[in-house]
């Protein structure tokens, strides 16, 4: 069964702290990593990792793919008020009929004290 | 453009009932996933839909169910509710849903089961 892991589950920074959030995942037929940001409702969309594309940046954000190590992590740098969150990793996976779902760590709870 | 559009927001049923959720994609995406969000369980994969028809299922009993139309639109059903069915159901799209495309969500139904 695939699984995906996410750590730590919840982190307390002040504003400025960078922060690094990991995920490990074990599954078969690995197709891309892609990380989340849920703040009430609609996970929005913030990267895709794929064997082809290791590595993502978009202003603040930042995020790696370790194929070797199963891993990927998200780091924020210079973190604002505005970054608290739920931070959701999933994995795609190639099934039968294409792809399988994505399959959803538990998340990290980011929070950011003025 | 339009993101993607979920209906009803919130919706109390009692155990025993049935109930009908309804995913409009983003314009052009034929690929609709339906997700179930708990605080136990985090973000699991029910279904998905690709040019009407299921192509991939994830480990939920035969009361959830899903079907979708021709312009995408997609309805899932989850029939003899129980308590346990309370959750809220994000829907994604993706023009594809296979590897190199990401998924967007909805805001969500929350669903409450009595």
């Known amino acids: 069964e695939d699984k995906v892991v996410q750590s730590p589950l919840s982190l307390v920074v002040h504003e400025g702290d960078t922060v690094t959030l990991n995920c490990s995942y074990e599954v078969t037929n690995f197709r891309s990593l892609l990380w989340y940001k849920q703040e009430k409702k609609a996970p929005t969309f913030l990267f895709m990792l794929?064997?082809?594309?290791i590595e993502k940046k978009s202003g603040r954000l930042s995020s790696i793919l370790d194929k070797k190590e199963l891993s990927s992590i998200l780091n924020i740098t210079a973190t604002q008020t505005g970054d608290s969150a739920i931070y959701l990793c999933a994995v795609e996976a190639v099934g039968r009929g294409g792809a399988d779902g994505l399959t959803f760590g538990k998340g990290t709870h980011l929070i950011i004290q003025p | 453009k339009a993101g993607v559009t979920q209906t009803p927001r919130y919706l109390i049923k009692t155990r025993g009932q049935q109930v009908t959720l309804s995913c409009s994609p983003i314009s052009g995406h034929r690929s609709v996933s339906w997700y179930q969000q708990t605080p136990g369980q985090g973000l699991q994969f029910l279904f998905e839909?690709?040019?009407?028809?299921?192509?991939n299922k994830g480990n939920f009993p035969g009361r959830f169910s899903g079907r979708q139309f021709s312009n995408s639109r997609s309805e899932m059903n989850v029939s003899t509710l129980e308590l346990g069915d309370s959750a809220l159901y994000l829907c994604?799209?993706?023009?594809?849903?296979?590897?190199?495309?990401?998924?967007?969500f909805g805001q969500g139904t929350r669903l409450t089961v009595v």
């Open positions: 994604a799209s993706s023009f594809e849903g296979r590897g190199g495309t990401e998924a967007f």
């Open positions: 839909y690709f040019s009407e028809t299921q192509r």
């Open positions: 794929t064997s082809s594309g």
